[in-house]
């Protein structure tokens, strides 16, 4: 029971190219969540997926898209990178949005140059 | 979701207990007090949560006061692996949309 993965850890990019960050729970969670976390900062919520086949905007949507390819799995894409999205990201999932634990996994730090 | 207040950092000894406050003054009936923790950029890590009455778990206690507009995690027995920031978070349930809103939190840092 590995919980929740991300892939890749590190990335480094250049602006304007692209790159789909991948999250995957073994855990038969409903909800799943993308999160970034600038220095020094709390998380900040840029997509979420309540159920599989959903699809709704967080805090800070602009710049990414997301596609919830089955109940496992949660991709979040940059489709052309700035340097304002170096970040660290997290996927996190729970079992329902209201109320549940929500479980994160080790996040991607992505950095745009 | 209600605000809640952190103390920016505190110390305390390995092996004693860790006592970390959370002022949510403005908490509703409906909103459950939960905390996380985050080791060194890891991703946060699930501690505990309750709604009015207190709740322990293997990992540590959550003392909510009787009018709800406080609480205090304890860690019983701290270790130097318990050196986190620990983020107190008020959400609603029922219909929310399960946002979870992290503040600057507690910097613990427990020494020898």
New interface residues.
């Given amino acids: 029971n590995a919980g929740?993965t991300q892939t890749p850890k590190f990335q480094v990019l250049k602006t304007g190219q692209s790159m789909t960050l991948q999250c995957a729970q073994d855990m038969n969670h409903n909800?799943m969540?993308w999160y970034r976390q600038d220095p020094g900062m709390?998380?900040r919520?840029i997509y979420?997926s309540?159920s599989e086949g959903t699809t709704?905007k967080?805090?800070v949507p602009n710049g990414y898209n997301v596609s919830r390819l089955n109940k496992r799995e949660f991709s979040l894409r940059l489709e052309s990178a700035a340097p304002s999205q170096t970040s660290?990201y997290?996927c996190?999932s729970?079992e329902?949005?209201?109320?549940?634990?929500?479980?994160?996994?080790?996040?991607t730090r992505l950095t745009v140059l | 979701d209600a605000k809640t207040t952190q103390p920016p950092s505190m110390d305390c000894a390995e092996g004693r207990a860790a006592n970390l406050p959370c002022n949510h003054s403005t908490i509703s009936g409906n909103e459950y007090v939960y905390w996380y923790r985050q080791i060194h950029s890891q991703g946060p890590q699930y501690i505990i949560h309750g709604l009015k009455n207190n709740e322990t778990n293997e990992m540590a206690s959550l003392i909510i006061t009787e009018d709800r507009k406080s609480s205090t995690l304890i860690l019983p027995h701290a270790t130097l692996r318990d050196t986190a920031v620990y983020y107190c978070i008020v959400r609603a349930g029922g219909t929310s949309y399960g946002k979870l809103t992290f503040g600057q939190g507690t910097i613990l840092t427990v020494h020898p």
């Fill in positions: 929740v909800s969540y709390g998380l919520l979420y309540a709704d967080g805090e660290v997290f996190a729970s329902r949005t209201d109320r549940d634990t929500q479980y994160f996994g080790p996040g």
